[in-house]
């Protein structure tokens, strides 16, 4: 299910009101349409909303609320990291770092010009 963060001034009472760019990605990019489900999330609380779109226009998407899920000690985004493989033991350390600074998947990938290259055995 999409995500898209508002401001706590867009969420009045049952509707929650899309403003700027997110209006053209949910538009013409996602092509969403009236009644299709997407989830919010509030930037400063960071509560998070299950909401159904109840109208498009130009200047602002209206959204009503289904069901609050509520704050999640989780970060509000899922962030995947594409590590090239590093010399020695310093992979332990990358993830380490990367799971203290909130990053959900590591996929280690060999590229072309790494320095180390993985052998079948290894």
């Keep these: 299910m999409r995500k898209f963060f508002v401001e706590p001034n867009q969420i009045k009472d049952n509707k929650i009101e899309i403003i ?9 990019v996602l ?5 299709e489900e997407i989830k919010i999330g509030d930037k400063l609380s960071g509560e998070n909303y299950i909401t159904q779109i109840e109208s498009i226009s130009k200047e602002n998407i ?9 704050k999640s000690t989780e970060g ?5 990291v594409f590590q090239g493989l590093p010399k020695a033991d310093k992979m332990e350390l990358i993830i380490q770092k990367g799971t203290e600074l909130g990053v959900t998947t590591i996929v ?4 072309k010009r790494s320095i180390v290259k993985l052998s ?3």
């Design 20 to 28: 700027g760019e997110d209006i053209n990605h949910i538009k013409n």
């Design 31 to 35: 092509r969403l349409e009236i009644g």
């Design 62 to 70: 209206i959204c009503k609320v289904l069901e609050k899920i509520g």
């Design 76 to 80: 509000n985004v899922e962030l995947t």
């Design 108 to 111: 280690p990938v060999q590229f």
């Design 120 to 122: 079948r055995k290894r």
